[in-house]
C-alpha cells in the first residue's frame, strides 16, 4: 500500500469485496445474547472504524486483512470484531465477569483474584469497609486504568483516588474507534481488587491462552507443573 493511502476508500472497497460474496452480510439476524461490531455501529461509523483498524492492521501485518483464507490468528481476530456474532453475556471486556469463563471441569485449578468492593459510582467506600492492605483500583470495562493503592487511604489520597476514578468512569471508553466495541456494552464500575505481588513473588506463573476473545483453550503453565493442555 502507498503511504498516501486512502484509508477511507480503501475500506469502502474492502467491504464491497465483502458483500459479493455475502450480499446480506448486513441483514443477518440477531441472535440473543450476541452481537457483531457490523450492528453495533451506525453505517457511517462502522465506515471510520473499519478504515481506522484496516491502516492499523497494515501497520502490523504489511497487508489487508485475509477473511476468506484466514491464514493467521490476526485474520479471525479481525473477522471476529465486526462479521462474527460475539457472545455478550457475560460480556468478555468485563475483568469483573471473566472468572464466569473458567470452564467447570478446571474451576478447581484456577482462583481468580478476589474483588472485595465494586461501584457503578466513582466514590471510594468508607475505610471500615476494607480490611487494611493493599489493593488494586481499577475501572472494569477500559485498559490502563488501573492503580495500586494502599488501605486505608489518607484524606488527600481519597480525594485523588475519587477524582481518578471519576475521569476513569467519564473518560472515553476503550478500543470503541478500535473495533473492540464490547467495550461499549455494560454498565461501567470501579473497583478493588486483591493484589497478587505475594503469589508472584512465590514464583507461580499462571497464563492463558485465549482464542477469539472468548476462551475457547486455556493452557496453564506453573514452575511446579509440567505444561499441561485442559
Same mark, same amino acid.
Given at each position: 500500500?502507498?503511504?498516501?493511502?486512502?484509508?477511507?476508500?480503501?475500506?469502502?472497497?474492502?467491504?464491497?469485496?465483502?458483500?459479493?460474496?455475502?450480499?446480506?452480510?448486513?441483514?443477518?439476524?440477531?441472535?440473543?445474547?450476541?452481537?457483531?461490531?457490523?450492528?453495533?455501529?451506525?453505517?457511517?461509523?462502522?465506515?471510520?472504524?473499519?478504515?481506522?483498524?484496516?491502516?492499523?492492521?497494515?501497520?502490523?501485518?504489511?497487508?489487508?486483512?485475509?477473511?476468506?483464507?484466514?491464514?493467521?490468528?490476526?485474520?479471525?481476530?479481525?473477522?471476529?470484531?465486526?462479521?462474527?456474532?460475539?457472545?455478550?453475556?457475560?460480556?468478555?471486556?468485563?475483568?469483573?465477569?471473566?472468572?464466569?469463563?473458567?470452564?467447570?471441569?478446571?474451576?478447581?485449578?484456577?482462583?481468580?483474584?478476589?474483588?472485595?468492593?465494586?461501584?457503578?459510582?466513582?466514590?471510594?467506600?468508607?475505610? &471500615?469497609? $476494607?480490611?487494611? @492492605? %493493599?489493593?488494586?483500583?481499577? /475501572?472494569?470495562?477500559?485498559?490502563?486504568?488501573?492503580? =495500586?493503592?494502599? #488501605?486505608?487511604?489518607?484524606?488527600?489520597?481519597?480525594?485523588?483516588?475519587?477524582?481518578?476514578?471519576?475521569?476513569?468512569?467519564?473518560?472515553?471508553?476503550?478500543?470503541?474507534?478500535?473495533?473492540?466495541?464490547?467495550?461499549?456494552?455494560?454498565?461501567?464500575?470501579?473497583?478493588?481488587?486483591?493484589?497478587?505481588? &505475594?503469589? $508472584?513473588?512465590? @514464583? %507461580?506463573?499462571?497464563?492463558? /491462552?485465549?482464542?477469539?476473545?472468548?476462551?475457547?483453550? =486455556?493452557?496453564? #503453565?506453573?514452575?511446579?507443573?509440567?505444561?499441561?493442555?485442559?
Amino acid at each position: 500500500m502507498k503511504k498516501n493511502t486512502d484509508w477511507k476508500e480503501t475500506a469502502k472497497k474492502f467491504l464491497s469485496s465483502l458483500l459479493i460474496d455475502n450480499p446480506s452480510l448486513f441483514e443477518a439476524p440477531r441472535v440473543p445474547g450476541k452481537g457483531r461490531g457490523l450492528d453495533y455501529y451506525a453505517t457511517s461509523a462502522f465506515l471510520s472504524v473499519l478504515s481506522t483498524t484496516l491502516q492499523e492492521f497494515h501497520f502490523n501485518h504489511q497487508r489487508l486483512p485475509d477473511l476468506v483464507n484466514l491464514p493467521k490468528t490476526c485474520d479471525h481476530f479481525f473477522k471476529m470484531k465486526f462479521f462474527n456474532q460475539m457472545l455478550m453475556r457475560p460480556n468478555p471486556a468485563s475483568k469483573l465477569n471473566a472468572r464466569r469463563y473458567i470452564p467447570n471441569e478446571i474451576k478447581d485449578l484456577i482462583r481468580p483474584p478476589v474483588c472485595y468492593w465494586s461501584s457503578t459510582t466513582p466514590t471510594l467506600p468508607p475505610d &471500615e469497609e $476494607i480490611p487494611a @492492605g %493493599t489493593y488494586w483500583l481499577k /475501572l472494569d470495562l477500559g485498559w490502563h486504568a488501573q492503580e =495500586i493503592i494502599e #488501605w486505608p487511604p489518607s484524606l488527600a489520597e481519597r480525594k485523588r483516588l475519587n477524582e481518578k476514578c471519576e475521569s476513569w468512569m467519564n473518560g472515553h471508553r476503550h478500543g470503541l474507534a478500535n473495533g473492540e466495541w464490547w467495550y461499549g456494552i455494560g454498565e461501567q464500575r470501579i473497583f478493588l481488587e486483591e493484589d497478587l505481588s &505475594e503469589v $508472584i513473588l512465590q @514464583g %507461580t506463573e499462571i497464563k492463558f /491462552l485465549c482464542e477469539t476473545v472468548i476462551r475457547k483453550s =486455556i493452557t496453564t #503453565w506453573s514452575t511446579t507443573r509440567n505444561t499441561r493442555d485442559l
